[in-house]
């Protein structure tokens, strides 16, 4: 999965919604992921309210970064999925 715009922000939920149910196990740590996740969801939100606020560019790629940094969070516990559904087989 990865997250192309704020309008994506509703699928990366999702996402951490089925987490939750396939390692309940893991609550703790899909958790804290959870958190960071929406730490930067609402990093996003007040850059782009300060875009809005002065139409600079600089905000708008500050806003990507926290794009990218929610898809490499993504990517990575997906990998780590991946893996821990490789070792059970």
Known sequence: ???????????????????RK?????????????AIIENHISEHSKILVDYRRTRNQRYLEKANNEIQEINRIMSTVGKVELMAILSQG
């Open 1 to 19: 999965m990865e997250c192309k715009s704020a309008e994506d922000f509703d699928l990366v939920r999702q996402e951490v919604r089925k987490w």
């Open 22 to 34: 396939r390692h309940p196990m893991f609550k703790h740590d899909i958790e804290r992921i959870s």
